[in-house]
Structures are given as structure tokens and as C-alpha cells.
């Protein structure tokens, strides 16, 4: 049986891997890297499915192919929900996330339980040949932590702290986070809404 060719529009390895997981082996996922694509993508978007549809149009016009994009980012209520949209550029975007990290701890010093709710959300677009885009939502509701715990996962993870597991999602294994993740629930919402069109 042929896999199903999807490209997946991001830089990212670590988003890469997390796809590859969680769609399995009848999926073939292509990176822009893999493909020797190149596309200078502003991403302009108000929002995260803004900038979703930009990135996920921008590949699917230079590639020809079905596009999956996704935008997504680590929202805290105490700030403003920052760093949002800008979770990737926060701080620069060569600066490390333990960097960054330590940032947004130090900012919500003193900040007291009750109001250190915070979330990761994922919007992915998927833009056909034909001209159809579709968008799926996930979005994990939790609190920022006191300090960074975890080796696992990239980016946020180690300050995300979900209350009822008792633990960031930078201590949890890969496979228990894509079951909960933002990125997790968007993609499997995506994968239904395909096969509901038959595309994939």
C-alpha cells in the first residue's frame, strides 16, 4: 500500500517528529527541508489560524502539493496572554528557549495560583491544489510554572505545568503528551476532517 504524501510547512524538526508520531506509518510526512523547499513566508496573520493559512497557501503555491501549516503558541493570562503569536519570535527568534523561558518566570514572580492560567493552542491549516483550506483547533488549558522541570518535549514545555497530571508537559513522555497536546487534538481533528473529504 502507497503512503499518503502530506507536506508539512515548517522548519521545525521537533513539529516534524510529533507528526510523524501521531499519524503513523501509513503517512508520508515531507518537510520543506526534505523537499528542497524554499519559501520566504511573512507571517502577518492577526491570529494564529491567520498565520496558518498564510504559511500552509505560501508551500501549497510553491509546491504544488496538499500543505498541512500550523501556527501555534504559549498563551499566559497574567501577560497579556503573551507571548501568543509571537511565542517563536519571543525575544528574538535565535534566543533560546531556556532563555525565554526564565523571561516569562520572572515575570510572573509573585503572581498567585489562581491567576497563572496559561495554554498552549495550535491551529493547522491544510491548503489543497484545488483551492480549499480547511483549519482544525486544539487548545490544553493549564498554569505557567514556578520554575522549568522537564527534558522532554521543546519550546515551552518545561513552564507548562497541567494541574491534574501533577507535572509540565516537559516531563511527560512524547507519547503521553501528543495524546493531550494542543498540537495532538488539532491534528487529529484535522485528520477526520480529510478523511471525511476523502483527501487523505
Do not use: W
Not at 493559512?53 to 501577560?79: H, P, Q, R
Amino acid at each position: 500500500m502507497s503512503k499518503k504524501r502530506l507536506v508539512f510547512a515548517t522548519g521545525n524538526q521537533g513539529k516534524v517528529n510529533e507528526f510523524r508520531q501521531m499519524l503513523g506509518e501509513e503517512y508520508e510526512i515531507l518537510s520543506m527541508k526534505e523537499l528542497g523547499v524554499e519559501v520566504d513566508i511573512v507571517e502577518d496573520g492577526a491570529t494564529f489560524e491567520e498565520n496558518a493559512i498564510i504559511k500552509a497557501k505560501a508551500v501549497m503555491e510553491a509546491t504544488g502539493e496538499m500543505v498541512l501549516a500550523d501556527d501555534s503558541g504559549f498563551e499566559v493570562d497574567c501577560l497579556n496572554k503573551e507571548p501568543g503569536i509571537y511565542s517563536a519570535r519571543y525575544m528574538g527568534e535565535d534566543t533560546p528557549y531556556s532563555v525565554k523561558n526564565a523571561e516569562l518566570l520572572r515575570r510572573c514572580e509573585g503572581v498567585p495560583e489562581e491567576k497563572r492560567d496559561a495554554r498552549f493552542v495550535c491551529v493547522i491549516a491544510c491548503a489543497s491544489p484545488d483551492g480549499t483550506v480547511e483549519t482544525a483547533t486544539g487548545v490544553i488549558e493549564g498554569k505557567i510554572a514556578h520554575e522549568p522541570k522537564g527534558e522532554n518535549g521543546f519550546g515551552y514545555d518545561p513552564i507548562f505545568y497541567l494541574p491534574e497530571r501533577g507535572c509540565t508537559t516537559g516531563e511527560m513522555l512524547p507519547e503521553d503528551k501528543n495524546a493531550i497536546s494542543h498540537r495532538g487534538i488539532a491534528i487529529r481533528k484535522m485528520v477526520e476532517l480529510l478523511k471525511k473529504k476523502g483527501s487523505v
